[in-house]
């Protein structure tokens, strides 16, 4: 049993109808939120990975001389098959979800635009357009996320898929009937770049950079612009922060 959908305004939830048509008056709705392996350094730095059904997911598939722990390395293994928890719960939510669901928040891909393999919203939809389909696609070869990434952008917003990137193979595996280890995942060009450990080393920084520790760090001086560290105008502000002008 899953919620169809909810009803409610502007002053908060006021009932939930359930898939099997079931109402409930109700305020509040609290939603589980299902944990996967956080691997994003992993694919930064094209380390090899391997599906893990009881570790929650993809995880590292171990280097000689790179130990990984922590969230990345998996989930603790209990036994459990979280891939096909949750794709139990993707066809679920796939029977009672609307056309126009949203898929990937960034970009508002909608669970229509995904299948239906539509460009964004903000460009034109010619009829040969129109006519594209997932159904259209697999007559090519299997369903590639990235494929599907590049022409939907499904992946491609400000959070570069961590949000939507699993559930976006779930949904693409559903469709085209196939295990969700047979989509290949898609490429994670996360917001995070591997950097040599000497770089920590480097003590030595000039006055430049040193004079803006505070503006980076976001200790209250943050408000001083950077153009104006150094100069009269600084000691300015400063007094404005410290008079509580800018509250």
Partial sequence: ???????????????????GGDVIVCDTICMAVGLIPSIELVDAMHGKRTLNANRGGYIPAGEATVTS?????GLADTGFDHIDYRMEWMQALSNVSADDTIICQCEEVTRADLIGVQPPNYLPRPAPMCARSLETLLHDGPANQDQIKRLTRSGMGVCQGRRCRDQVAMLLALESGTPFGTIPLATHRAPVRPLPLKIMAEWEEPATMDAAWDVWFGIPTAWVPH???????????????????YT
């Fill in 227 to 245: 153009e104006d560290i150094g100069t009269p105008h600084e000691d300015e502000h400063r007094k404005m922060l410290y008079t509580g002008m």
């Fill in 69 to 73: 722990v922590g969230s990345c390395a």
């Fill in 1 to 19: 049993m899953t919620i169809a959908s909810a009803k409610g305004g502007i002053d908060g939830v006021e009932s939930a109808t359930l898939s």
